[in-house]
């Protein structure tokens, strides 16, 4: 009989297997969705394999498949075998996967509604707008010159700019000329221009047209990068690459060209950024090159937006697709090339749920659809260098900035152990930050002020008995955030209380505010240069899209000086800044995880990279109170050669990835006595296994997570260590026998390749 396994939407490793009805032979396929019987509801479920065979258990136990919703698969097969491989290494739920691989109105909407209903939702254009383009016409100047006399006015000027710009839309004509829809009606009529529709979906990033650009000249660098991708893409090479450039090389110029020949071949191109706030941005360079034939899969924008730009990538209406993280996930037709942007940032590894790694799995899918793959840095990670020693990743480097003037920035190390504020300053800044400042402000160019702390005080310390005011629900300190009206947050689950009058603990009015946060720094800022235009770039006051209106004030010079967390760190291109302070280098030491120094290292080379990326020098000045730490020296020196050898070293002595593999088994529950107990149950089971017990694999544990306590649920972890894959994969497979006897509400999940320790 025909039997169809089924991937439901539920945290169990294994697809359900169902009947095919005679009546639905023939119309089911992997990648279809199906309706399906699951308990005592009906649940949406996606069609992983069909075959003709005898169920292993009573037939009689066999549910059929309901309504078959798909007329064709709504997954690709390439994009299907890359999910199911993503959960295998993952040791993820199949239906968990392939959930986020669906838009919200495919995963739910299809639910209650019948067949004929299903039907009529394909082909509706849900948020799409019409708009008209125009573009110069191919015999123009010779129209022009039997029309010579004719234009005046407006027309001629609009005439002059789509000979600099040859396409855009009258929307866009019209932000410049308000009588531009009869100037190009005019120029029509005298075939100077050509008119065409083109939909333009209806989200934030394609709200303002955007004019076409004219590829700029080359550095010999980027000439070869170019060339060496263009070369793998034609020849339809399975190769991958990191392109590793300073800061202000031009990597996204070489993006761009990539893309064009990929797009010139046929196929369809992925490009994957670590932060939100870097997408418009960078949408707005892709809009310029490529028209408004790009999808862009964000977090922040609306359900009906974000599966427009999914139907319209499944369709191939659109072959370009631009995004965070999920992004990974998009239905490139024919897909050709993968660009992963900042590939060091920890942003990539997803922490919920299915714990897969972006970039690494942008590798496998790349492989997987004989693609070409890239991962571009300035600062690259070590997994990304032993790559590239390995043989498996091939090195293209950008040595120079791409600006001929724009030289590195120089970089100044200010030991505050040694040297203070300047008498009557803020106490944040020291003195030679201060005069920098002030110089910076006379020469009418702009300051970037990095502290990776929001709020205005990261803690409240009771000067009686010491106690910190803390998180009811998690092992944190609660930061004041003065702008919320004065109130205390958890920047870990939201938890909100007033600031208390007397200690908790000890019931003495002597509470006071403790260290810095951005609220409090760009309050000390303005007060210290009150003719500065300040502002502050943080989750607080700029989370997601929100982020780029900051931004645009401060590329339209309407900010002298920027506060920020590491939102301002990640690859903004603007020119005006020449100065960089980076107000306290020390508080990324001193994390308790193997990766804080080069997480710190990271850090430091890309804050410093947004300074002096025009024809102005720029500086960077770096506070501390460990000044000889070799993450800061090495950032001082932009030496991230030297950097990569010493950490590397390290890392093969403590035998750390990536000269081994971990995993992490996170055990958490809402009693500390009982969740303490699964995990030496868990350790045990691990420590049982082949694999352990011949040595291939370390267990460590069970022990408090640094982070002990989150949303009111106690947390204790399991680390496995292995040199190789293999028996690592092992040991976690045995661990299921132990997940049996771990019953909720306590909860125990497995992160492979874990980035955070916390």
Known sequence: ????????????????????????????????????????????????????????????????????????????????????????????????????????????????????????????????????????????????????????????????????????????????????????????????????????????????????????????????????????????????????????????????????????????????????????????????????????????????????????????????????????????????????????????????????????????????????????????????EMLCRSGKLARLELPERAHAAAALPKVEIVDLKRIGSLPGGPPLISAPLHRAIEQTLAAREQTILFLNRRGFAPSVVCNACGGIVRCRLCSVALTFHRAAGGRLLCHYCDFVSALPKACPSCQKPALSLEGLGTEKLESAIEEAFPEAKVARLDRDVASGAKAESVLERVRAGDVDILVGTQMVTKGHDLPRVTLVGVINADAAFSMPDYRAAERAFQMLVQVAGRAGRSDRPGTVIIQTRDPEHPALRFAARHDVGGFIERELEARRELLYPPFARLALVRIDGPDERRTEAAAREIARTLSATSAVLAGQVQVRGPAPAPLSRLRGRYRFQVLLRAKERRPLRSSLFGLRSAEGRIAPPIRAVIDVDPVQMM
């Open 1 to 384: 009989m025909l039997i169809a396994e089924v991937a439901i939407p539920v945290p169990l490793g294994h697809p359900f297997s169902y009947a095919i009805p005679a009546a639905l032979e023939g119309r089911v396929g992997p990648g279809m969705r199906v309706l399906c019987q699951f308990g005592p509801r009906q649940t949406l479920g996606v069609v992983l394999d069909v075959a003709d065979r005898e169920p292993s258990f009573d037939k009689s136990k066999l549910k059929p498949i309901g309504v078959v919703v798909d007329e064709e698969p709504v997954l690709p097969g390439e994009l299907l075998s890359f999910l199911r491989e993503l959960a295998s290494y993952y040791l993820a739920p199949i239906g968990e996967v392939l959930r986020m691989a669906l838009p919200a109105l495919e995963r739910t909407q299809v639910k209650t509604l019948s067949a004929h209903e299903v039907a009529s939702i394909k082909g509706r254009k849900i948020g799409v707008r019409q708009v008209t383009m125009v573009r110069l016409a191919a015999d123009a100047a010779q129209a022009r010159t039997q029309s010579n006399g004719k234009l005046r006015g407006q027309a001629l000027e609009v005439l002059e700019y789509l000979t600099a710009c040859p396409e855009t839309s009258v929307p866009r004509l019209e932000q410049r000329w308000k009588s531009a829809r009869q100037a190009v009606k005019k120029l029509a009529q005298l075939g100077l221009v050509e008119l065409g529709r083109r939909e333009v979906p209806s989200s934030p990033f394609f709200a303002e047209a955007v004019d076409r650009d004219v590829p700029p000249s080359l550095t010999v660098a980027q000439e070869r990068a170019t060339v060496a991708l263009r070369d793998a893409i034609a020849a339809r090479e399975v190769r991958s690459f990191l392109l590793f450039g300073v800061t202000g090389s031009g990597k996204t110029e070489v993006y761009l060209r990539a893309i064009a020949a990929c797009l010139a071949a046929g196929r369809g191109a992925l490009v994957l950024v670590p932060e939100i706030a870097l997408t418009p941005q960078l949408v707005g360079r892709f809009r310029a090159r490529f028209g408004d034939d790009v999808a862009v899969i964000h977090s922040g924008l609306k359900e009906k937006e974000r599966h427009v730009m999914w139907r319209r990538l499944r369709n191939g209406a659109v072959q370009v697709a631009i995004g965070a993280r999920s992004a990974l996930f998009a239905p490139v037709k024919n897909l050709g090339l993968i660009v992963v942007d900042e590939e060091h940032d920890g942003s990539f590894k997803q922490e919920e749920g299915a714990r897969y790694h972006a970039r690494d799995m942008s590798l496998l899918r790349a492989h997987r659809a004989g693609a070409v793959a890239v991962l571009g840095s300035a600062t690259p990670s070590l997994e990304a």
